[in-house]
């Protein structure tokens, strides 16, 4: 991270995406970070594969996902930043926080050899494909309704990285098929990393009233239609939503569970994307896990401090440098 | 606004039409063949008073081309005279490979990369089932930038940019890039 990018302004007459939107609201920094972690947090282990990959073309591709879920990274960190008081750098953030004080989901720091590290440091392709193909399902879903949301700085970033999900979902996607529908031990790699992964998963449904004030759609939407409108969608055109007015931010009073009603929404969006796939890929869906991480309250595994050690180590031996 | 210019001259003086014409110019850093107008990152230009401002949009979030174009522009406007000059990133709406030009695509075609398809919605990039894919679904209008065939199929998804994905071609067996449509 060399040089802060600037203030992505908002700019009402400019913006397709913003035809006469009132976007009042301005996410907390607390929830930006989730999404600027995760986004940091997922680029260092997919960057663990740079030079250690099974083909060339996917030690390149792996490169390119992780330095584009490093600009997301370095976007949101930057913007959350400038919400704080007083005022963090992108790099402050990145560099100098230490590991409660991150927002990312657990799923994301667990390392590259899976939950019970059978294979060692070498890391596991099976493994990081799940993840990799669970994850980006899930942030089309997320990206989309950002776009849509009431926080014009967070539509902005949204609307560039979901075309980059986009691509990192038809990676992964085409891979979990390979791989899934592969040899036989290619397939029981996969179901056995899938079955290690899924229950991490239960925590991106796990969500407060802050998800609920920025990833709600359209109070009514999100409880009746969620279902017709996500279902076999892959990449909704953010245009086809109803513009969220400010209503979702107070939940209506006859929305008796706006925090399930939303949950299942974005569940019904990442399920509608994984199952055709996972069926292609002959591989089964595990039973249910009653897991449940608190990455994002900042309560981490021991993962994540070894992560954080090797990607601050510089910056913190060597504070101010510029390079 | 129009995906084929996202650059407003009208309203700018003369003098200001020549500055941005000038970085307009500039190789990109990435594929030097094609100018940063071709491709479509240069938004706009501003003055206030002796300042200028010139907006430019990233391809992609992580590009690490973009701290060089923003270098590059200072400096074409610092040799032009121009002191007080500020380079401002702008996100919204995000860039598309739409925005590059047809003499833009011409000169990727001719320095051997495949350039991007007309449109960019996300229907372009979802994923296909087999039997979608292998009925030539995946690009279409793709062509072998040396021989033209469009029997090409997907190396993989991801080449030497962030923006290009590497192809072959079955009829001349060349390998080769393609601007990714985004």
């Known amino acids: 991270m060399l040089q802060e990018t600037d203030p992505p302004t908002p700019q009402p007459t400019t913006g397709p995406e913003t035809p006469g939107a009132v976007r009042a609201a301005t996410a907390p920094p607390e929830f930006v970070l989730r999404w600027a972690d995760n986004a940091l947090i997922h680029s260092q282990r997919l960057g663990e594969w740079t030079g250690h990959g099974p083909v060339l073309e996917e030690d390149i591709a792996l490169a390119n996902i992780a330095l584009d879920h490093l600009g997301q990274a370095r976007m949101l960190l930057s913007h959350a930043g400038r919400l ?43 493994f990081t494909i799940v993840r990799h193909a669970l994850y980006s399902a899930y942030m089309l879903a997320v990206w989309e309704r950002l776009l849509a949301g009431p926080d014009a700085n967070l539509a902005q970033i949204a609307g560039k990285a979901i075309k980059e999900t986009r691509y990192h979902w038809r990676h992964a996607s085409d891979w979990l098929v390979k791989l899934g529908d592969g040899t036989e031990p290619s397939h029981q790699r996969m179901q056995m ?10 925590e991106w449904f796990a969500l407060d009233a802050l998800d609920l ?5 359209h109070v009514t939407s999100d409880c009746r239609a969620h279902s ?16 969220p007015d400010q209503s979702h931010i107070a939940p ?58 090797e990607l601050q180590s510089v910056a913190r031996a060597h504070p101010g440098a510029q390079w | 606004m129009s995906s084929d210019a996202p650059v407003a001259h009208s309203t700018l003086a003369a003098v200001d039409t020549a500055l941005l014409e000038a970085v307009c110019a500039i190789p990109d850093p990435e594929i030097p063949v094609i100018t940063l107008g071709d491709l479509g990152v240069v938004r706009g230009l501003s ?41 401002r990133i702008v996100l919204s709406p995000a860039w598309s490979s739409t925005w590059i030009s047809e003499d833009g695509r011409q000169k990727l ?5 495949a350039p991007p398809g007309p449109s960019c919605g996300g229907t372009s990039i979802r ?56």
Request: glycine residues 6%; aromatic residues 8%.
């Open chain 1, 84 to 126: 704080m008081d007083p005022p963090q750098t992108e790099d402050d953030l990145a560099y100098f926080r230490d590991a409660a004080a991150f927002r990312n989901f657990t799923a994301l720091e667990l390392p590259n050899s899976g939950v019970h590290a059978a294979r060692g440091a070498q890391g596991d392709y099976a």
């Open chain 1, 213 to 217: 004030a920025f990833l709600s759609r």
């Open chain 2, 47 to 87: 003055r206030r008073d002796a300042h200028v401002e010139v907006q430019i949009t990233p391809t992609y979030c992580g590009c690490p081309a973009t701290e060089m174009i923003r270098s590059e522009v200072l400096q074409t406007l610092h040799a032009l005279g121009e002191t007080s000059a500020q380079v």
């Open chain 1, 252 to 309: 209506a009073a006859d929305s008796r569970q706006p925090l399930e009603a939303l949950a299942g929404g974005l569940r019904a969006q990442w399920l509608a994307l994984l199952e055709p796939v996972l069926a292609e890929s002959t591989l089964t869906w595990p039973s249910p896990s009653a897991l449940l991480t608190c990455g994002r309250y900042g309560r981490h595994g021991e993962h994540l401090s070894v992560l954080l050690a």
């Open chain 1, 193 to 202: 990393a899938l079955e290690q992964f899924m229950p991490y998963t239960n």
């Open chain 2, 127 to 182: 994923w296909m089932d087999r039997r979608a894919r292998s009925a030539g679904h995946d690009e279409s209008g793709l062509r072998c930038p040396r021989c033209d065939s469009g029997e090409v199929e997907r190396l993989s998804e991801f080449g030497s940019t962030p923006c290009k994905a590497l192809y072959r071609c079955l009829a001349c067996r060349e390998p080769f890039d393609f601007f990714k449509t985004l």
């Open chain 2, 109 to 113: 075609r001719a320095y051997g990369i």
């Open chain 1, 228 to 243: 017709a409108r996500s279902a076999g969608d892959a990449a909704p055109d953010h245009a086809h939503f109803s513009r």
